[in-house]
């Protein structure tokens, strides 16, 4: 129950309508705690045979109390039910707002379909321990209050045996309420389980149909969907337990009114209004009672799915930043790149030895100079890059951006004037116009470096041309396609620093030969980075380096690298006779196809 009280801060904004509600459910509580004082009244006036007048009267009184208590009802669960929904709006809101605020590594450690389940079953525990629960709570509190002191008025001595057997009920609440703290919670981690294994599914259904997998998956989530139905079933058996366990204390304490009770009425000890009124306070008490094992049971769930939404609100990126943080001068010709005996590895497992994948890597690309970085696959290219927006931060060495350190720089700030087009273009579901702006001030810049990047064609076959929806992921586009997109989208945003990571691997020669020819043009003015495994890409760097094994094997110019001999020239070598034997595949094909067209 711990976890709820970081939604204290959620009530405040709210806290004159939680007043009003709570108010209201007091007030509903004691109009219906006086009905069966009336009917007491009534009961009595025909024994003793008052006017008849005197009953209607209290009748009409009792009508009247209905229709109050009614609409106060109504009104406290339009109030704290919609206070409810707000609270939820605003975790929901908070929720994304700190996820678009944590950095890769964090990421890196929770599935998306971890995430998504806490973003949705957990908010929902979370909206019904924070609405309903307080609401039925402040009810059962303030209609067993009114009840108890009625019943006393009553009878002292029937009321404390009625209550007798309700010394178990705290007993009950903690050992049933610690238990499904446990339960639900099991149940909220299976279910993020599996809605991680549903999402990497639809993910990746081109992936499970090519290799012919639907049944083993299919068999594996029917697995985890049969454990999830157990670990509901084992919370639902101690549900199935709980209100029963409720309605058998206070069944003892109405076999207990009914056998005493009913020997005082005829001793004539209390009058049978007084025994009537007395029964139904006893339902009123009871009641609340029994739904408070349902209240507790909100309120579990509710803590328990609190504690998961926290450990998203308690995480804080790991990127360090200097506080004041600096600023970049505006830039004019790019901005220059200093990698300082730089050393990197991802995050390793407990007791596990960090895997290098940067080491010692020192270099400087000066403002406006286009850098080139190859090597093999695994050889560190990526992550060399993703250390320049600082989706990382090397955990040796330092990287300067025009001179100042990067870690001294906002992330925010620094990505702002970087162009980033990964090994993997994620084009989101909305017009290919909207994909091209993405990220720029104004909509139409997209349209220079649409063509630079070759999509003038592209656009035009569409039906709705730029305006065209876009499936998810962009489905809809081929790989070499969705990778011009990517391209142009970062080229629109006319940053200082372009960084392209194996930008054009989907794209044939022909192609990759006019965006490169553009291309030169596009960043003429940039610092770019080009990471890539295609020496066409980077000849015409300014500097070119290779790496190997997370270390530079080799560095210069393209004609000082072929003079070496060595890794630059070999991996030049490999790649000119791959495209020698493709010339003479395609040059044989086309000779059978036209002797098969003379025959």
Not at 66 to 84: C, D, K, P, Q, V
Not at 316 to 343: C, K
Request: proline share 4%; net charge neutral.
């Amino acid at each position: 129950m711990v976890a709820l009280r970081s939604l204290v801060k959620y009530f405040r904004p709210y806290r004159i309508t939680l007043v009003i509600g709570l108010t209201l459910v007091v007030a509903s509580s004691a109009l219906a705690s006086f009905q069966p004082w009336l009917l007491r009244a009534a009961l009595d006036g025909l024994r003793d045979a008052v006017p008849r007048r005197q009953i209607w009267t209290i009748a009409a009184a009792m009508v009247g109390l209905a229709i109050a208590g009614g609409a106060l009802r109504y009104f406290m669960r339009e109030l704290l039910n919609g206070l409810s929904r707000r609270i939820e709006y605003d975790l929901r809101n908070d929720l994304f707002l700190h996820l678009t605020a944590l950095d890769a590594p964090w990421f890196a450690r929770m599935r998306t379909g971890e995430i998504m389940a806490r973003l949705t079953n957990d908010l929902a525990a979370v909206r019904m321990a924070a609405g309903p629960a307080i609401m039925y709570l402040t009810n059962t509190i303030a209609g067993g209050l009114f009840a108890l002191v009625f019943m006393i008025s009553i009878s002292g001595r029937l009321t404390a045996l009625a209550l007798a057997p309700m010394v178990l009920l705290p007993i009950a609440m903690v050992r049933f309420g610690s238990a499904i703290h446990d339960r639900f919670e099991a149940v909220q981690e299976h279910f993020g389980e599996m809605t991680t294994r549903a999402q990497e599914n639809l993910a990746g259904a081109r992936i499970v149909r090519a290799y012919r997998q639907e049944h083993p998956e299919t068999d594996r989530f029917g697995a985890m969907n049969e454990e999830y139905l157990a670990r509901n079933m084992r919370l639902v058996k101690l549900w199935g337990l709980l209100n029963p366990t409720f309605g058998l204390l206070a069944g003892s304490a109405t076999v207990i009114v009914l056998g005493v009770g009913g020997s005082l009425v005829v001793r004539g000890v209390i009058t049978v209004g007084s025994f009537v009124a007395f029964t139904f306070y006893l339902a009123m008490l009871t009641w609340p009672l029994i739904s408070l094992g349902w209240v507790t049971n909100l309120f579990q769930r509710g803590a328990a799915s609190m504690a998961r939404l926290n450990e998203i609100l308690n995480a804080r990126p790991t990127l360090a930043t200097a506080s004041p943080s600096r600023t970049l001068p505006p830039a004019t010709d790019g901005r220059s790149i200093e990698f300082r005996h730089v050393g990197f590895h991802y995050p390793a497992g407990q007791g596990e030895e960090p895997r290098w994948v940067l080491r010692d890597v020192s270099f400087r690309v000066e403002a406006g100079a286009t850098l080139a970085v190859v090597g093999a696959t695994g050889s560190g290219k990526s992550a060399l890059l993703d250390l320049i927006p600082r989706f990382h931060d090397p955990q040796e060495g330092e990287i300067l951006i025009d001179g100042e350190p990067a870690s001294a720089i906002e992330p925010g700030d620094l990505r702002r004037e970087i162009g980033y087009v990964p090994q993997e273009s994620l084009l989101f579901s909305d017009t290919m116009a909207a994909n091209l702006a993405y990220g720029t001030v104004d909509p139409e810049s997209w349209r220079g470096a649409a063509s630079a990047a070759q999509l003038d064609e592209t656009i035009a076959a569409f039906p709705g041309g730029a305006d065209t929806v876009l499936g998810e992921r962009g489905i809809n586009l081929s790989g070499g396609q969705k990778q011009r997109v990517a391209l142009a989208r970062a080229l629109a945003r006319r940053p200082a620093i372009v960084l392209l990571d194996d930008a054009l691997s989907a794209v044939d020669t022909q192609t990759e030969a006019a965006i490169l020819g553009a291309l030169r043009g596009e960043v003429s003015g940039r610092t770019a980075v080009i990471a890539s495994h295609r020496v066409s890409a980077v000849r015409d760097a300014t500097w070119i380096i290779v790496l190997d094994q997370g270390r530079i094997a080799e560095q210069g110019r393209h004609q000082e690298l072929i003079s070496l001999g060595g890794r630059y020239w070999a991996l030049l070598r490999r790649q000119q006779l791959v495209e020698a034997i493709e010339n003479d595949a395609e040059a044989l094909a086309s000779g059978d196809q036209a002797r098969t067209i003379g025959a």
